[in-house]
Nanobody
């Protein structure tokens, strides 16, 4: 089983980016999916999560700006990031419970310039 992220990059403050995470391999079930991020010198933190049924939670710092979604038929999850701020700069990691085990993506860099 593998998680592969895409969509990171460099954007100016106030801009938008969309991250995608594709799961592949021998998959029987995917339960909660989430996005985490880790900025230099800081611990990894939960950004947003979504249940298989579509219930979502967000970190206070991104509420109203980020939207997490998933496509269960395609085994994909996305994070739409709007009104980006320099403090959103971090490596973003895809996370998923697949077949009863935790899986992480390799991470994708998001850099927001002021």
């Amino acid at each position: 089983v593998q998680l592969v992220e895409s969509g990171g990059g460099l954007v100016q403050a106030g801009g938008s980016l969309r991250l995608s995470c594709a799961a592949s391999g021998r998959i029987f079930s995917i339960n909660n999916r989430a996005w985490y991020r880790q900025a230099p010198g800081k611990e990894r933190e939960l950004v947003a999560s979504i249940t298989r049924g579509g219930s979502t939670t967000y970190a206070d710092s991104v509420k109203g700006r980020f939207i997490i979604s998933r496509d269960n038929a395609k085994n994909t999850a996305s994070l739409q990031m709007n009104s980006l701020k320099p403090e959103d700069t971090a490596v973003y990691y895809c996370h998923a419970w697949i077949n009863g085990e935790i899986h992480w993506g390799q991470g994708t860099q998001v850099t927001v310039s002021s």
